[in-house]
């Protein structure tokens, strides 16, 4: 089953469609934001830190003087301080509406469970961090917005049983502001944003290589849009508090502060009720049934070396390094942690022993997948390849969740799916055309599934990564076509590209010797 099947209803189809139509239009999937939006969230993460420090050096931190020091900046030359102060506005609107859009996005296709429960879960508290930051960042402006924002937040926080007297007396009048309420302001947001950043980093603690930061031109332009929004539609302060009066009308952040108006237009405990609710149910998705899991890799010692290939390939960081039982065989061992494995097939890619050259009868590989085992691969590839020798057929090797290989039809081509196209070690292409496939057709998703299958495909078959596809392979035989489920013309295309190049190319010499 597919993830876009995985939920009833079409949404998940149409964030799919979404993405790739955004695809087109970005030139790409490199610079598509739908699909970098954890590492735009850690963008804005970081233009706030930049902006917020230098607003805190000027930031008079008394309940008197805050309101004229924002004001004193935005008198500062050229409106500077006024524009430094809108960028750390815009970039927390813009981290709350990458943040959510990232979760959307990772509910929709159903990444929430098994492997990535521990980044779920782990994502979850973040979003009550980033809102705690953003709604305690108003409050330190001291001005009407600041002053509606704070009495509604101690008004909601009053609901509940915590506190021996009402937070709301702390704003009965001007005397009840006093600076030590102010401290209790700064340290929400400043203290906020630390626990964010260790849950930031938490959060991405499972992930090998975590996109932590977009592709360059992307976050150039991130922030180049905020800056010119910035200075398009600068943030204005709405005049000072004034406990004397309550704010009939304030201009309101929806983004950040929709909680308040929501709060007034049912009640405190209302809004308790849902918020709970809420978190209830994002924190037990991991946990609600789901469909069996398949097999995860299995380390197999006598044929392990202890080469860390498939440790540092593994997009799941779910390979740790041991001791190896048999220092004859190699210093170390590598281990699968099971409950962290995505099943992806990716370390036997990478593994130096999961060559089809090998003269074994059966092929025992250092590391393989239960379910697709290397030794089946090579008897499937060796069937398929004599079935239609008289034909020298383009070898299709595709990827169960990208554009489907077995569509594509005609004698003179035979086609595998793999769990991930990183799955496949780069020697069975060679394997393949020394078997008399005119050529290989090497296919997988635009946006990897496991996030490196695509990546390591390309540099193992470009010769920068090992295990590297040998010089003498004849590279004008071979073709990479990136193309996601769906997208099946894409890969027709490429096909046709490659039997158009191929048969221009004088006949091969005839190199069927498969050996060691
Ligand atoms: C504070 C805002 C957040 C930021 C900056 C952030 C950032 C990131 C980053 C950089 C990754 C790694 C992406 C990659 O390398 O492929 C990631 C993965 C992930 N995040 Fe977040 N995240 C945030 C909040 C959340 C929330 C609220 C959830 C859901 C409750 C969530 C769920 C996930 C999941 C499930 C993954 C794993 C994706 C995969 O395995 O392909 N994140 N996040
Ligand atoms: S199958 Fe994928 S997640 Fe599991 S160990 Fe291998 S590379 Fe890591
Ligand atoms: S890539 Fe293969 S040989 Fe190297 S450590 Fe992993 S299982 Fe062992």
């Not at 709604?135 to 600041?146: A, E, K, S, T």
């Not at 709301?168 to 950043?197: K, Y």
């Not at 469909?291 to 540092?312: E, H, K, L, M, Q």
């Amino acid at each position: 089953m597919t993830a876009t099947a995985a939920l009833p209803g079409r949404l998940p189809a149409l964030w799919l469609r979404a993405e790739r139509g955004l695809d087109k239009a970005a030139g790409g999937t490199v610079h598509n934001p739908l699909r970098h939006l954890g590492a735009l969230g850690f963008l804005c993460f970081w233009l706030l830190a930049i902006s917020g420090i230098i607003l805190y050096a000027v930031l008079d931190t008394s309940a008197t003087g805050a309101y004229r020091s924002i004001a004193d900046m935005s008198r500062l030359p050229w409106y500077l301080g006024g524009w430094l102060r809108s960028l750390h506005r815009y970039a927390a609107d813009a981290f709350v509406v990458f943040t959510l859009a990232h979760l959307a996005r990772e509910w929709l296709l159903g990444r929430y469970r098994g492997f990535r429960r521990f980044s779920w879960l782990t994502g979850v508290p973040l979003l009550l961090f980033v809102f705690a930051c953003a709604i305690g960042g108003f409050w330190l402006n001291w001005d009407r917005l600041g002053q509606f924002s704070a009495i509604a937040t101690a008004e909601w926080l009053d609901a509940l049983p915590l506190f021996g007297s009402p937070l709301t007396r702390n704003f009965i009048d001007v005397a009840a502001v006093s600076d030590r309420l102010f401290s209790l302001f700064v340290f929400v947001h400043l203290g906020v944003p630390l626990l964010l950043v260790f849950g930031l980093w938490f959060h991405v603690q499972r992930i090998a290589r975590a996109a932590v930061f977009p592709p360059r031109p992307l976050a150039l332009a991130m922030t180049a849009t905020l800056i010119a929004l910035s200075i398009a539609l600068p943030v204005v302060s709405q005049g000072p508090a004034d406990l004397a009066q309550a704010p009939v009308s304030v201009d309101l952040d929806w983004w950040l502060l929709f909680v308040h108006p929501l709060m007034y237009a049912s009640s405190p405990i209302t809004v308790w009720l849902a918020s709970g609710a809420a978190l209830a149910l994002l924190f037990a998705l991991p946990y609600l049934p789901q469909p069996a899991r398949p097999a995860v890799a299995v380390v197999d010692p006598a044929n392990c070396n202890g080469c860390r290939r498939c440790f540092d390939d593994c997009p799941y960081a779910a390979i740790s390094m041991v001791p190896h039982p048999n220092a004859r065989i190699g210093r170390q061992l590598a281990v699968v942690q099971a409950d962290l494995c995505a099943s992806c097939g990716i370390c036997v890619g990478s593994c130096p022993s999961a060559t089809p050259f090998r003269s074994v009868a059966e092929l025992v590989t250092g590391i393989d997948m239960p379910q697709q085992p290397l030794d089946a691969l090579r008897r499937q590839l060796q069937h398929q390849l004599e079935a239609v020798a008289h034909e020298r057929p383009i070898v299709v090797f595709g990827c169960d969740r990208g554009a489907q290989v077995g569509a594509l039809g005609g004698s003179s081509v035979t086609t595998i799916s793999l769990i991930c196209i990183g799955q496949l070690p780069p020697s069975f292409i060679e394997y393949a055309l020394r078997g008399g496939a005119a050529g290989v057709l090497v296919s997988g998703c635009r946006s990897c599934e496991y996030r490196l299958g695509a990546r390591w495909t390309e540099e193992r078959l470009g010769a920068t990564r090992e295990p590297r596809l040998r010089a003498s392979v004849p590279r004008e035989r071979i073709a990479l076509a990136w193309a996601d489920a769906g997208d099946e013309p894409r890969l027709r295309s490429a096909l046709s590209a490659l039997q158009d190049r191929v048969a221009a190319l004088p006949a091969p010499a005839e190199e069927n010797a498969i050996h060691e």
